[in-house]
């Protein structure tokens, strides 16, 4: 199944299900640096999660494929969708390009993700990577913050293997990523994004496989789960 694909099968699932059968639904957000496996850790872990906690909705991972959701969802044109990046975009180009009218303001865009991410998040069963997702669902219950993290040399090979680069590329592709990522939560959240306070589990890839990873995670959101699908047991219990 493609990208797109996953995207309308989890919406059309969520619109049939039960909201009364699983109050507590769970998500987590991924922050990573470049080449520490956010996309193959994600899909690894959708697939754990859906074998663990069955139900009608699959696991979904949001990566690159949210800008999709949020042109769609805020009915944007599609020709935004290459100045959607998760960096920071220079204030005279954001002002010159929203003056000619190419896109939006850089700000009414990521207000337009931050309320696409809300959405899912409380729709559950997702996976959210980047975007400052930790940031702006940290108030909602139930949900798991990743930081993925790893070494130069570890992370570079893995860059250079996913994206059949060379190794000067690949050296160029994680500094401005990882600069970006950066420079995006920043400046739109005002947080740094190696600040270890924002997140639940900081994983580092270069000692645990990707695969030990998405379990490790997954436990965790196994345990969140249950935890307050107990609380919430409770709550019910004594207003009988």
Not at 68 to 82: A, G, Q
Request: glycine share 6%; proline share 3%; charged share 30%.
């Amino acid at each position: 199944m493609n990208s797109s694909s996953k995207i309308y099968s989890y919406i059309a699932s969520q619109c049939r299900v039960d909201r009364k059968e699983k109050p507590v639904r769970g998500f987590v957000t991924i922050s990573r640096q470049a080449g520490a496996g956010g996309i193959t850790i994600g899909e690894k872990l959708a697939a754990y999660l859906d074998k663990q906690l069955p139900g009608m909705v699959h696991w979904t991972v949001f990566d690159k494929n949210l800008v999709d959701v949020v042109v769609n969802e805020h009915k944007l044109s599609e020709r935004i969708l290459p100045y959607m990046k998760e960096a920071k975009i220079s204030e005279i180009d954001d002002m010159i390009e929203n003056l000619f009218g190419i896109h939006p303001p850089q700000s009414t865009l990521v207000k337009r993700t931050t309320e696409t991410i809300l959405r899912l998040a409380r729709m559950g069963r997702v996976i959210l990577v980047g975007r400052g997702a930790p940031i702006i669902t940290r108030d909602i219950k139930g949900g798991i913050h990743v930081r993925l993290v790893g070494s130069f040399g570890k992370r570079k090979e893995h860059i250079k293997e996913y994206y059949k680069l060379d190794n000067k590329a690949a050296e160029i592709f994680i500094k401005n990523e990882d600069l970006g990522r950066a420079q995006y939560l920043k400046t739109y959240f005002d947080q740094n994004i190696d600040d270890p306070l924002l997140y639940d589990l900081i994983v580092n890839t270069d000692k645990v496989s990707y695969e030990d990873a998405a379990i490790l995670i997954g436990d965790t959101v196994i345990k969140r789960i249950k935890s307050q699908e107990t609380i919430l047991q409770k709550i019910e219990a004594m207003t009988y």
